[in-house]
C-alpha cells in the first residue's frame, strides 16, 4: 500500500523537475541578462564609476545631484511629453490603418506591404533618411515645396523649436513599433463579432456610434496591450530614433533631449557611468509607474468578455 | 513520452551549456564589432585571428587598435612597412570612430588585454594614465632613436602634466580655412593669406554671399564652423578654452564676441544657420569659405569642381587652432610590450612617418619630419600655400580635444542655439560653463 501511495508522489516530483527543466534556459537568461543588469545598474548608480572603471561607493549622491540638474528636469518632461504623444499618435494612426485595412480591398495586401515595409527597417537607417528628407538647405522635402510653390522654401525642420515637434511626431508613425501596433490591431479587429455590427445596422446606428459603442470596447484589450507595449518602446526605444535625427545634445536647444539620450550622454560621453546608471534607475522607475497608472486605468476602461 | 521528455531535458541542457559557454570570458577575445585587419591591409573575421594568437605570446605577433581603416594602396600602408621592417605581424582592429573612445574606456576599465598598441585620443590619455590602463614610456625612449625634443612644443605641454610620457603621437593634423579661388576671382578679391585679419575675413565673407531675389542665399560666404572649428573661433578671439592645469573649460568675452558674429553672419544669410543638414557646403560649391580640419585636403583633392586652397584660420586677438592626433601607447596588460614598442618605433620614425603623412595628409607631429613636406597631398593640385599647414602647426594648441566630449557637444549645442536666435551668446556661453563646471567637478569662480 506504501509503495502505491509513493508512486504518485513520484510521478508528481518528476513532472515537476521536467517542467523546471525546461523553465532552467529561460530562468539563466532572465538572471544573466535582465535581473543581474539591474541589479548591477542600480549597486553602480551609488557609486561615481567612470568609464575607465574607478569607482567610489558615494550614497545617494548621484540622485541629489541628479535632482537639483536643470538638465534632468527638462529632459523629465520632455520624456514624458514625448512618450504620452508618441503613445496617444501611434496608437491613433495604427487604428486608423487597421481599420483600413479591415476593409475588404483587393489592394489591401500592397497596401499592407507598403505601410509596413518602412517598419522593418533598422530605426538607425530610418532615422538617417528621414534626416536627409528634412534638411533645411539640402531636404528633399524643401526641395519638392520649392519645386510645387515656385517658391525657395527653407523651412528648418528638425532645429526650429515651432516644427521639430511635429516632424519628431510624423516619423516615429513609420517605425517597427507603429508597424507592429498596426497588425495586433488588426487581428483584433478580425475578432469583433459580425453579428454586433449588424444587430446596430438593423438599430440605426451611423458609423461613429458603431466605432464607439461596439469597436473600441471589443478591441479595448488589445487597446491596451499596445499601449503598454508602445509606451515601454517610446520610453526605452527613444534612443535609436532621436539619436541620429537631433544629436545626443536633443536639438533643438534640448527640446528633444529624452532621458535615453541624457543617459547615453553622461555614460559615454562624459564618461560619468555611476551618474549614467543613476537615469537608468530613474528611467525604469518612470516605465514601471507608467506601467502601473495604465493598467490602473485599464480596469475602468477595458472590456473583457468574461 | 519517456523518449520526448529525456529528448527535451537534453536540448534545454544543451541550451545551458552554450549560455554558460557563451558567458565564459576569453582572454585573448577582440572587441565584438571589430574588424580585425592583418598588415596587409586584407580584413579577416575575428575568429580567423584567433588561431594565430599562441605566436603573440613569442613576441612575433601584435594587435593594434585605431579607428580608421589602413590605406588599400600597400606603398601607403604604415603597418605593412613596420611588419617588412620589424618581422612582427601586425593585426589592426578598428573600431569605428563614433564609439572607438567609449570602447577603449571599456577596454581599459575590464583589464582587456587583447590589444597590444592602443592609440588613444587627448581626453583618454590623462585617465588611462590615471588608472595605470597603458605604460609609460620613458624606458623605451631613453634607449631609443626617437628624439622627445624635436616633438611640436604642444605635445611636450599635453605630456607635461602626467608625470611621465605615456604616448607618442601619430601625427599632428590642425585646422585651416578652405577657400573657393572661383568665387574669389568672380567677386575680385584677393586670395586668404596665412596673415589675414579675422575683420577683413568678415569683409570678404559678406562680399562673396549671393542672395536670390526673394532674400534667400544662393552661395554662403562662410560655411558654419562645424564640432571642431567653432573652438578655433573662440580661440582667435583669445579665450583660453582649456586650462591644462586644472582641466576645466575657459571661454568668456572671446567666446560671446564670436558667437555673436556668427548671428550677424546667419542674420544676413552670409552663414547658414544650424539645421539637420549633413551636406558639405563647401564641397558643394555653396559657400565660398570654410574651416575645416586639415585632413580634408585629402578629400578634396583634385575631387571639387572648382579651384581652391587654403590659409590658416584668420587672426583675431591671436592665432589658434586646435591640433588633432592620437597617442601610441602601449596596453599595461600587455604580453608582448617589447614588440609593441619595437612596432611604435618604427611607426614614429622616419619612414613610419613619412607612409602616415603621404597617407593621412597631415603632418607628422615630429617637427624635423614635418619641415620635408611629405604631406604634400599630390592630388590637391591647385593647392599652393602649403605654408598654411606649418603655420596652422606651430599656432596649434591641444585645446578642446582635451574635455570630455559630452561638454564640448553641449557647448557647441547651445552655441548654434544662439545663432538660430533662441537665446543670446551671453547665455550660451554662461550655461556652457555651468555645465563644464557641474561635469568635470569644480565651483565657477
Not at chain 2, 585605431?66 to 620589424?86: F, G, I, Q
Not at chain 2, 626617437?146 to 611636450?156: E, G, M, P, R, T
Not at chain 2, 599632428?172 to 585679419?197: K, S
Amino acid at each position: 500500500m506504501k509503495a502505491r501511495k509513493k508512486k504518485p508522489m513520484n510521478r508528481r516530483l518528476k513532472n515537476n523537475l521536467t517542467a523546471y527543466g525546461f523553465m532552467t534556459p529561460w530562468f539563466i537568461g532572465f538572471i544573466a541578462f535582465t535581473l543581474f543588469p539591474i541589479i548591477f545598474m542600480f549597486a553602480v548608480s551609488l557609486t561615481n564609476r567612470k568609464l575607465t572603471g574607478i569607482s567610489q561607493y558615494i550614497g545617494f549622491t548621484n540622485y541629489i545631484n541628479i535632482f537639483k540638474n536643470p538638465n534632468f528636469w527638462n529632459s523629465f518632461r520632455v520624456t514624458i511629453f514625448y512618450t504620452i504623444i508618441v503613445m496617444i499618435v501611434t496608437s491613433i494612426w495604427a487604428l486608423l490603418m487597421a481599420m483600413l485595412l479591415n476593409h475588404k480591398n483587393r489592394l489591401n495586401g500592397i497596401f499592407q506591404f507598403c505601410y509596413f515595409l518602412p517598419s522593418v527597417i533598422p530605426s538607425v537607417a530610418l532615422s538617417y533618411a528621414f534626416r536627409s528628407i528634412f534638411g533645411r538647405d539640402a531636404g528633399l522635402l524643401n526641395a519638392f515645396l520649392s519645386s510645387i510653390t515656385g517658391k525657395n522654401v527653407l523651412i528648418n525642420w528638425l532645429y526650429d523649436p515651432a516644427f521639430v515637434y511635429q516632424t519628431v511626431f510624423f516619423i516615429t508613425l513609420f517605425t517597427y513599433s507603429t508597424g507592429q501596433m498596426m497588425l495586433i490591431y488588426r487581428s483584433g479587429l478580425n475578432e469583433v463579432s459580425k453579428q454586433l455590427y449588424e444587430a446596430c445596422d438593423i438599430d440605426g446606428a451611423n458609423s461613429w456610434q458603431k466605432f464607439f459603442h461596439i469597436t473600441l470596447p471589443q478591441i479595448s484589450p488589445v487597446l491596451l496591450f499596445n499601449t503598454v507595449t508602445g509606451s515601454v518602446s517610446a520610453l526605452n526605444g527613444s534612443f535609436a530614433l532621436l539619436y541620429p535625427l537631433t544629436g545626443e545634445e536633443g536639438n533643438p536647444n534640448k527640446m528633444t533631449q529624452v532621458l535615453s539620450l541624457l543617459i547615453y550622454n553622461e555614460s559615454f560621453s562624459n564618461q560619468r557611468v555611476g551618474y549614467g546608471s543613476a537615469l537608468s534607475v530613474i528611467l525604469f522607475l518612470i516605465a514601471c509607474v507608467f506601467g502601473i497608472i495604465i493598467f490602473a486605468l485599464s480596469k475602468k476602461l477595458v472590456y473583457y468578455e468574461n | 513520452m519517456k523518449l520526448r521528455k529525456l529528448f527535451g531535458l537534453l536540448l534545454a541542457l544543451t541550451m545551458v551549456l552554450s549560455l554558460l559557454v557563451g558567458c565564459g570570458s576569453d582572454d585573448n577575445k577582440e572587441p565584438d564589432d571589430t574588424k580585425v585587419t592583418d598588415g596587409t591591409g586584407e580584413t579577416k573575421d575575428n575568429k580567423e585571428t584567433k588561431g594565430e594568437d599562441n605566436e603573440g605570446e613569442t613576441g612575433t605577433e601584435i594587435n593594434l587598435t585605431v579607428w580608421n581603416e589602413p590605406p588599400k594602396d600597400d606603398s601607403l600602408n604604415m603597418y605593412l612597412a613596420a611588419e617588412k621592417a620589424t618581422g612582427i605581424k601586425i593585426n589592426v582592429s578598428v573600431i569605428p570612430e563614433t564609439e572607438y573612445s567609449s570602447k577603449l574606456n571599456q577596454m581599459v576599465a575590464t583589464g582587456d588585454d587583447s590589444a597590444d598598441i592602443l592609440v588613444v585620443w587627448e581626453n583618454d590619455i590623462a585617465n588611462f594614465a590615471e588608472v595605470k590602463g597603458i605604460e609609460p614610456l620613458d624606458d623605451y625612449l631613453a634607449s631609443s632613436s626617437i628624439n622627445s625634443n624635436d616633438f611640436i612644443d604642444a605635445v611636450a605641454q599635453l605630456t607635461e602634466g602626467l608625470g611621465a610620457t605615456y604616448g607618442l603621437p601619430w601625427c599632428a593634423a590642425t585646422e585651416v580655412l578652405y577657400y573657393n579661388q572661383d568665387m574669389f576671382d568672380e567677386a575680385g578679391l584677393e586670395y586668404p593669406n596665412n596673415d589675414w585679419a579675422y575683420e577683413d575675413f568678415l569683409v570678404a565673407a559678406e562680399k562673396l554671399t549671393k542672395l536670390n531675389s526673394d532674400g534667400t542665399t544662393q552661395v554662403y560666404g562662410f560655411d558654419l564652423p562645424n564640432l571642431q572649428t567653432w573652438w578655433a573661433g573662440i580661440g582667435i578671439k583669445g579665450d583660453q578654452i582649456y586650462d591644462p592645469a586644472t582641466g576645466r573649460l575657459v571661454i568668456g568675452d572671446g567666446a560671446v564676441s564670436f558667437i555673436q558674429d556668427c548671428v550677424d553672419m546667419a542674420k544676413k544669410g552670409i552663414m547658414p544657420v544650424p539645421s539637420s543638414d549633413t551636406s558639405d557646403n563647401f564641397g558643394a560649391g555653396k559657400a565660398a569659405m570654410s574651416w575645416q580640419g586639415s585632413w580634408m585636403v585629402g578629400s578634396y583633392g583634385d575631387t571639387l569642381d572648382f579651384n581652391w586652397d587654403m590659409a590658416t584660420i584668420p587672426t583675431a586677438a591671436r592665432k589658434y587652432n586646435t591640433l588633432h592626433t592620437g597617442f601610441y601607447t602601449i596596453n599595461s596588460k600587455s604580453k608582448n610590450k617589447e614588440a609593441a614598442w619595437k612596432v611604435i618605433e618604427f611607426l614614429m620614425g622616419e619612414e613610419g612617418q613619412r607612409i602616415n603623412s603621404q597617407a593621412s595628409g597631415n603632418p607628422s607631429a615630429l617637427v624635423s619630419i614635418a619641415e620635408k613636406g611629405e604631406w604634400k597631398v599630390e592630388a590637391a593640385k591647385t593647392v599652393e600655400n602649403w605654408d598654411a599647414m606649418i603655420d596652422s602647426l606651430e599656432a596649434g594648441v591641444f585645446g578642446y580635444t582635451c574635455i570630455p566630449a559630452g561638454v564640448t557637444g553641449n557647448a557647441v549645442s547651445l552655441f548654434n542655439t544662439a545663432v538660430s536666435g533662441q537665446i543670446t551668446p551671453e547665455d550660451a556661453v554662461k550655461q556652457a560653463m555651468e555645465y563644464a563646471a557641474e561635469t568635470i567637478g569644480y565651483t565657477l569662480d
